[in-house]
C-alpha cells in the first residue's frame, strides 16, 4: 500500500510539473490563433481594397482613353503605385523573414564553427604509421 501511494505522489508531482509547460504551450498556440486571424483579416481587407483599386484604375483607364487629361495620368499614377504598396504588403506580411533567416544564421554558423574545430582536431591528431599485421603476411604467403 505504501508503495501504491508514493507511485501516485509521483504521478501527481509530474503531473503538476507539466502542467506549467502545457499551460505555457496552450498560450502561445492561443496567441499564434490569434496572430493569423489577425493576418488573414488584414489578407481579406488589403485584398478587398486591391480589388477596389483595380475598378478605378480600369474606369480611369476608359476615361483616359476617351479623353486625355493630366489630372487623369496622375490619378492613374496614384492608383498604380497604391497597387504596388499593397501587393508588396501582401506578400511580405505572408511569410516573415525576420525568424527563419537568424535560425539560419545560428545553425548555420553553429555548423560551420563545428566544422572548422573538428577538421582541426582530426589534422591536430598524430598519423599513426601503418604496419602490416602479422596475420595478413602470412595469408600472403
Not at 523573414?97 to 539560419?104: A, L, M, V
Amino acid at each position: 500500500m505504501k508503495a501504491s501511494k508514493e507511485g501516485e505522489e509521483y504521478l501527481d508531482q509530474g503531473q503538476s510539473g507539466d502542467e506549467p509547460d502545457f499551460d505555457q504551450e496552450l498560450v502561445e498556440v492561443e496567441r499564434s490563433l490569434q496572430e493569423l486571424k489577425d493576418r488573414h483579416n488584414q489578407v481579406q481587407q488589403a485584398q478587398a481594397a486591391q480589388a477596389n483599386l483595380q475598378q478605378r484604375q480600369e474606369q480611369i483607364k476608359r476615361q483616359h482613353q476617351r479623353a486625355a487629361s493630366p489630372e487623369l495620368k496622375v490619378e492613374l499614377q496614384h492608383i498604380q503605385d497604391s497597387l504596388d504598396e499593397l501587393e508588396v504588403k501582401l506578400e511580405s506580411r505572408l511569410f516573415s523573414w525576420e525568424k527563419p533567416f537568424w535560425q539560419i544564421v545560428r545553425f548555420g554558423g553553429l555548423g560551420l564553427v563545428i566544422g572548422w574545430l573538428m577538421a582541426i582536431a582530426v589534422l591536430q591528431r598524430p598519423q599513426p604509421a601503418s604496419q602490416p599485421s602479422p596475420g595478413t603476411s602470412q595469408n600472403s604467403q
